[in-house]
DNA sequence: GTTTGCTTGTGAAATGATTCACAAGCAGAC
DNA sequence: GTCTGCTTGTGAATCATTTCACAAGCAAAC
């Protein structure tokens, strides 16, 4: 079964499903409405059941879905029944926040490197892990089979390390720096950007500022 | 001008524009084309000029749009002509790597206040910012004219909290903990979950190694 | 002035995502 | 068995976004 073509957006559903499912699986519910589960990850019923259909009929009409078998389905779906190697790159105030996150491996992303080209900072210890000098790279990434790689460098280097860890042959990367980098290879690339989500919520609060002025004005 | 309805994700485009605008200004450089906006943020050009489009006419047919009137242009309909007053709740790993994130008051984003409930935080200074009590919050948030709030908490206090902030009188909220919460008010909400985005990832490698087996299966 | 080369701005077309609306189906009550 | 209440799964319809394609326009060369 290759899966169907499916929406970036569709796929953050999913990945939302299946952290309620397994609140519920843990509060030992073992029936679940698409109704249930739309008010609880604010999407509609509708979508919720388009989006599981996708893969198969998982539901029981009538009833619902059960808790754990899909809970199940949507782990295997997207590829969280093992845990993934991760690298870092960059122990910055971000890169070491990550290191200290107990959610990553609890969440099955498993941190086994980290590299830094600060001296100062190769061979210390952070959180368990130690920090390696940037040049070992490549070699630690194949020697480890790193599967994602995080970067948390300064915006200059980040295409480099893009380049780098793709060669060395990671299959996703996760970004944090403040740019647009450009995948090499087929390894598709995820940005998060804090100054980025913040200037959107500008637009909308300043866009609401002016409707007010619009409407109260004398 | 009450701008147009315009999309969530054509609004990050935009704040990406703003970006690359601002470093060619730095540059010196005059005048861009779509075709060359288009290249650095990952879009068309075409998407690139209606973007800009929705909101008036920038360019000169020929040459390009003129580097920094753009600019100018971007900032104020992002509402980034004037610096935003954040305020921070819960000062974890996540909480505390904000604070010592410089680009957001560069960028227009400014911390005035922090909150936390562990009385061995409450007091502390972290990166210049005294942590003081959620008790205080409502209180701060009203004589501080805070416009956006940012939680950084467990997810269990995270709606409590959401709703406090509301009620304080924030315009906008962006949330950190790993929760879906429902806006009260018309308090727009922007949740970055790195786990989540991770799992978006996950989906992708495991689809490509299922592609794989198919493909090369004997 | 005319030609050339390039670029914007924008309707129209194509594509993609979401919502509607309802037949099909399940389980419990009687 | 049949009736009732509720829920899934899904084609069709709607709505949104992106891409196409091209007329209109600018500047420099000659």
Known sequence: MTGPRISESAVRRLALYLRLLRDLRGQGVELVSSRELAERSGATSAQVRKDLSLFGSFGKRGRGYAVDALADTLESILGLEKSWRVCLVGV????????????????GFEVVAAFDTEPGKVGLEVFGIRVRPLSELARIVRRERVEIGIIATPPESAQEIAKCLADAGVGAILNFAP????????????????VLELEGLSYLLATAARTDRRSTAS
């Open 92 to 107: 910055g105030k971000i890169g070491a926040a990550l290191l200290g996150y107990r959610d990553l491996s609890r969440r």
């Open 179 to 194: 740019v647009e980098l450009t995948e090499s290879d087929h390894v598709p690339i995820r940005t998060m950007d804090v």
